[in-house]
């Protein structure tokens, strides 16, 4: 039987890993940048929170729901942001982040530093689901994202959205509507964020606005960076890594901003391209050890 701390660990690495894929949609697929990606986060927790203890939703209905809220805001939110690039682009998502924590600090309607409660895990069949029932309800879910995100990769927005990250202003001349796809970014990212912070308020029962702060941006951009950008199960990998790190070294978790920063720093200047990027040395690593594999064995086969 696994513990329940296992238990726990395990569904927040589950969530931590759909954060990371929402941030890949829009970073690591369109190439833009977002330093805000938590404000998105918070927006989807918020309102599954909301729903369910003021409205009355179910957990059926209210993550969903939170999902189309959150989505409908980074719609809302990634048009203005398109008119702006590169360093001016992060900027604006981080501006976006410290003004949706304000919001839900000092609006009494989202209960201000009280934060929200009485948040109940689902029911079904009658009764409250268990944690392990829960954690293999994020595991499905993710997965289904995961399948999404390879059928988008194998399609037109995926071809798109390669050729607006590689070089915009060639992808504009060959007629890829760019302000389209790069919205459609925008919203399935924030969508899938707002999924996320779904389920964890249900996992949490309880949220207050410093759940979503820039410091949690920084966070979700490290787990990217670090397992690879842009690379399907990469910000997986870096979500796991970087999910276990407080565990592990829980005593200097005070500075963890600071030593998140320092990785990113890190990644940036040794591997860019994150532990399973193009380039990375687990990569040539892992290539060396095929060519080594199949070179013994055509040796083999050669007499």
Not at 65 to 87: F, K
Not at 274 to 287: D, E, N, P
Request: charged fraction near 10%; glycine fraction near 12%.
């Amino acid at each position: 039987m696994i513990s329940s701390y296992t238990i726990t660990i395990l569904i927040t690495l589950a969530i931590y890993a759909m954060l990371a894929h929402s941030l890949n949609v829009i970073t690591g697929h369109a190439g833009q940048i977002s330093l805000g990606h938590a404000a998105f986060f918070g927006i989807g927790a918020y309102t599954s929170a909301l729903l369910h203890t003021e409205a009355g939703f179910p957990f059926w209905l209210d993550v969903p729901a939170a999902a189309v809220v959150a989505g409908m805001v980074g719609a809302i939110l990634g048009i203005p942001c398109l008119r702006v690039r590169d360093d001016f682009l992060a900027i604006t998502t981080m501006g976006i982040n410290f003004v949706i924590e304000a919001v839900f600090l000092y609006i009494p309607f989202f209960g201000g530093a009280m934060g929200i409660g009485s948040i109940d895990l689902p029911r079904w069949f009658g009764r409250e689901m268990t944690k392990p029932e829960y954690l293999l309800l994020i595991v499905a879910v993710f997965l289904l994202l995961l399948l999404l995100d390879r059928r988008l990769g194998r399609s037109w927005i995926g071809l798109a959205w390669s050729a607006v990250r590689e070089d915009e202003q060639a992808a504009q001349t060959m007629g890829v509507d760019v302000v389209r796809f790069k919205v459609l970014a925008f919203v399935l990212g924030s969508g899938i964020a707002g999924l996320a912070g779904g389920f964890y308020a249900h996992f949490l029962t309880f949220i207050m606005p410093q759940n979503f702060g820039f410091g949690q941006s920084i966070f979700i951009l490290s787990m990217v960076v670090f397992g690879g950008i842009g690379t399907r199960w990469g910000p997986v990998v870096g979500a796991v890594i970087l999910g276990l790190l407080p565990e592990v070294f829980r005593p200097i978790m005070d500075y963890r901003t600071f030593l998140y920063g320092i990785l990113l720093l890190a990644m940036m200047r040794f591997q860019p391209g994150g532990l399973l990027g193009s380039g990375s040395f687990l990569t040539r690593g892992f290539k060396r050890m095929c060519a080594t594999v199949l070179k013994k064995e055509s040796g083999h086969a050669s007499p």
